[in-house]
C-alpha cells in the first residue's frame, strides 16, 4: 500500500497526533488550538479529510493514525529523489553535502547506517 500523500499543516497535525496517541478528538482539538492557533472546525476538518485518506482513524472520538511518522518521511524523501533528482539518491546525498556541513559525528553515523545497510541489517 502506497502512504497517502500528507501536506505541510496536515503534518504538524500528525506530529501531535502521534506524540499522543491514542487521543479523544477534543483533546486533539485543544492541542491544535494551542500549538498551531486552530479553530476547533479546522482540527475536525482535517481529522474527517486525513480519516477519508487512511492517514488516521476516528472511531468513537478516539483518534489514533494508521499511517506512521518514519512512513510519512519515508515517502516524502522518496517522492523528493525521484522528482529532483531523477531517483538518484547519491545525487540527492552530492547535493545535500554540498550545501550543508556535516560534523565528524554526522559523518561517522553514516558511514555506521552505511555498514549496516551493506551487512544486510536496517540503516
Not at 4 to 30: A, D, G, N, T
Not at 61 to 68: A, G
Not at 69 to 88: H, R, T
Request: charged share 35%.
Amino acid at each position: 500500500m502506497d502512504t497517502p500523500k500528507i501536506f505541510e499543516s496536515e503534518y504538524r497535525f500528525c506530529l501531535i497526533l502521534w506524540e499522543h496517541e491514542p487521543m479523544k478528538s477534543s483533546e486533539l482539538v485543544r492541542l491544535c488550538q494551542e500549538q498551531l492557533g486552530w479553530k476547533p472546525t479546522t482540527t475536525y476538518t482535517v481529522i474527517k479529510r486525513l480519516s477519508e485518506r487512511g492517514v488516521l482513524k476516528n472511531e468513537n472520538t478516539m483518534v489514533s493514525s494508521l499511517v506512521s511518522k518514519d512512513e510519512v518521511q519515508a515517502a516524502e524523501i522518496d517522492e523528493l529523489v525521484e522528482k529532483k533528482f531523477e531517483g538518484s539518491l547519491p545525487a540527492f546525498v552530492a547535493a545535500f553535502t554540498r550545501h550543508q556541513k556535516l560534523s565528524e559525528k554526522e559523518i561517522d553515523e553514516v558511514q555506521r547506517m552505511i555498514d549496516r545497510f551493506r551487512e544486510g541489517g536496517k540503516p
